[in-house]
């Protein structure tokens, strides 16, 4: 464990920018090279924005799509043997001993937790077993390099290293625990990554400290179990829990306020660790966490009960439950090195390389930059960690999660059918940003519409008929699709093969080029899974017509609060490096609850809330040309406003806008307000930007509650 002595104390990149350090100042307290890295940046360094483009995969769509399986639960036998055994006692919540849960289940009636074990570990991940073709960035044969530095030359054809990572159980995607409202999970969260026993190249991205914060993304969480930064620079705790530490995170799975009309459906957990968040996440740390509902049998994975949803349950002997016909889809796309593109980044200082150079003995294994001025996006797009996988169907209705766990891209995705197959890029003559996604499908036709029941804030009040969707950045979607049948009503039969395909170009991380809302591309039709149609099953879901009921708005007076909401700005930082982007002006500060800007009434007011209190806070993009995800820990949102139009109607093209949410799609130059409720647990929370690089660099504002 982490002894918090003087000599252990370690500031980060944006310790140092508030502490104002400059000139002789900061010669004289470290005349580091980070400092140096710090002071160039700010006076506009050199850091360049350069990626390398990722060799060619020669045999896409081979790979089956892996469906990660339920983690089972510790036994209780076992859970009374540990050292430190979970309990409700102050000490009990983690290995510093200095906190307590805020509410332990019995306090609310509900039985002790299941107990899982998630140890955090390093390991090696392989996005495709397929070989690969060395290109570059005209999609010509390049040279590629080994582990040793060795080249080869131009036109090798290779197969790729595996990459190193950091996984919630040494995988990735991370452990899956397949949650229920009524039964609580306490995970604990044990920190081994600096067990490193095959001696893996940790390379030049991951938090250097090795530390970590688990965050349940949508969780109605007490603070010291939300995995956020506010909470545990405010606890002593520092950005992260650092090896050979562990936290109990408790998951009541009880809905907030304890109505069910605030039930969600699916959630992810994923690393939150302060300045390190995106590198974390790029470097493995996601995991999946579907809840259900057993209330009445209301959604339980069982389709001959209740709404009757696709998904066919078998409880195993281990405590775990299992859902066929019911599958997560965790959308992340990667860079990997060429050997040849230059590692410049004012991170560089926080790690045992010799950068800027290049590192040919990286070549083919995962490549990030931390600090972006367009924002970073990948060039392969994968799900549940594989490079175009093949997901063989049966003739029947599925139920299908979609999460985005990328840095910074946002998807549109269509089903459609394609005569030719797909066509690398390279060979169709593209180049530059135009290989990003490596395939095509150019005669790729729409052959099927998805109908939506659920978004972030779980099941929608009817479901939605769609021929596209988008996907954001810490953003979920569910949809039943039905593969008996093509939109035109002609049967599937055995063989069809139908591509999940990406139609939104988005060559950085600033906003997309193009998409359905904005000038399509007719071009740009990505395949991102293989779809092919099996034999027939027995299927005994329905489509609803009728999913839930939201919760009604409260009755207040709409005009003192419209009058007196908190507004919060997203802008670019004008402070240089680590403070690039900014809330109302100001990087995150953990020590400072954020304020408003003036609002209507005149007013400034704190990011402070009482606990029961419902109230309107406005999110603006402050422009810049940049889209912003914008996620608010502890409670779902209503969205009331967009671009000061009442929500609905919705805009065109996002018809779930009217439902229960935690992301806020934020285009440029837009302004929403949300309503939202404040309730059970008091504490400090953060909301923040998700594109992930963004967050890192200061886009975050801490908020509280309060009794």
């Known amino acids: ?70 983690l089972a639960p510790v036994p209780k036998s076992d859970v009374d043997l540990w050292r430190n055994p979970p309990g409700s006692g102050f000490g009990q919540q983690n290995s510093f001993g200095n906190e307590a849960h805020q509410i332990w289940p019995s306090k609310i009636g509900y039985p002790d937790p299941l107990v899982y074990k998630i140890d955090l570990q390093v390991n090696t991940h392989s996005f495709t077993t397929s070989q690969v073709l060395p290109i570059d960035d005209n999609g010509r044969p390049a040279i590629s390099f080994d582990a040793s530095g060795n080249l080869y030359p131009e036109g090798t054809v290779r197969s790729l290293p595996a990459s190193t990572i950091y996984g919630f159980n040494g995988t990735f995607p991370g452990s899956r625990i397949n949650a229920e409202y009524g039964k609580p999970v306490l995970v604990r969260f044990v920190n081994r990554l600096n067990e490193n026993p095959e001696n893996l190249d940790r390379q030049d991205f991951g938090a250097p400290d090795w530390s970590f914060l688990t965050h349940l993304h949508n969780a109605h969480t007490a603070p010291e179990s939300d995995g956020n930064p506010n909470y545990t620079m405010r606890k002593n705790i520092g950005h992260g829990y650092e090896p050979e530490t562990w936290v109990d995170n408790l998951y009541l799975n009880w809905p907030a306020g304890g109505d069910d009309r605030e039930k969600q459906s699916f959630l992810w957990f994923h690393d939150h660790r302060m300045d390190h968040t995106g590198d974390n996440v790029y470097k493995g740390l996601v995991g999946l966490y579907p809840i259900y509902d057993p209330k009445n049998n209301m959604d339980m994975g069982d389709e001959t009960k209740g709404l009757r949803l696709p998904g066919v349950r078998t409880n195993n002997v281990d405590g775990s439950f299992d859902v066929a016909y019911d599958i997560p889809l965790a959308i992340y796309d990667c860079r990997l090195d060429d050997g040849v593109t230059l590692h410049n980044d004012i991170h560089d200082s926080e790690y045992p390389t010799e950068n800027p150079i290049n590192h040919p003995e990286w ?104 021929d596209s969707f988008e996907l954001w950045p810490g953003k979920r979607r569910e949809f039943i699709i039905d593969f008996t049948r093509y939109m035109d009503g002609t049967p599937t039969k055995k063989g069809d093969v139908i591509y999940l395909t990406n139609v939104m170009k988005m060559t950085d991380g ?59 700005e997203t802008q670019r930082g004008s402070f240089g490096a680590e403070s690039e982007w900014l809330i109302n002006g100001m990087p995150f500060d953990p020590a400072v609850v954020a304020r408003s800007l003036k609002n209507p009434a005149g007013k400034k007011p ?72 404040f309730r059970d647990f008091v504490g400090p929370y953060v909301a923040h930007c998700h594109q992930l690089a963004h967050e890192d660099h200061a886009m975050m504002l801490a908020w509280e509650t309060i009794p």
């Open 606 to 677: 704190l990011a402070q809330q009482k606990v029961g209190s419902y109230d309107i806070w406005e999110f603006r993009n402050g422009g810049g040309g940049w889209v912003h995800p914008m996620h608010l820990h502890l409670e779902e949102h209503r969205v009331l406003m967009r671009n000061g139009k009442a929500v609905p109607p919705t805009r065109p093209g996002i018809p779930d806008d009217v439902s229960k949410e935690d992301v806020i799609a934020l285009d440029p130059g837009e302004s929403v307000l949300i309503g939202v409720h």
């Open 1 to 70: 464990m982490s002894n918090n002595t003087d000599d252990n104390i370690k500031f980060s990149r944006r310790d140092f920018l508030k502490l104002g350090i400059a000139g002789a100042a900061a010669t004289t307290l470290a005349g580091s090279k980070l400092l140096n890295a710090i002071s160039t940046a700010g006076a506009g360094g050199p850091y360049t924005e350069v990626y390398p483009v990722s060799p060619l995969i020669l045999s896409p769509f081979v790979d089956e799509l892996p469906i990660p399986k339920a």
């Open 510 to 568: 600033r906003k997309p080029d193009a998409s359905t809302r904005s000038s399509l591309d007719p071009e740009y039709k990505i395949p991102v899974l293989k779809i092919v149609i099996g034999d027939d099953a027995p299927d005994n879901s329905l489509i609803p017509t009728k999913l839930r009921e939201l919760p009604a708005l409260p009755k207040v007076d709409w005009k003192r609060m419209m009058d007196n909401r908190k507004i919060f």
């Open 363 to 466: 070549w083919g294994k995962t490549f990030y930059k931390h600090f972006v001025n367009h924002g970073f996006v990948g060039d392969i797009f994968t799900i549940n960690g594989t490079a175009n996988p093949v997901l063989e169907v049966k003739r029947r209705k599925y139920r299908m999660r979609f999460l985005c766990a990328s840095i910074a891209r946002i998807y549109e995705f269509k089903l459609m059918a394609s005569s030719d197959g797909p066509q690398s890029a390279a060979s169709l003559g593209y180049g530059g940003d135009e290989l990003q996604g490596q395939y095509r499908i150019l005669d790729g036709e729409q052959c099927m519409k998805f109908t939506q029941i659920a978004t972030d804030g779980g099941l929608i009040p009817f479901p939605i008929i769609r």
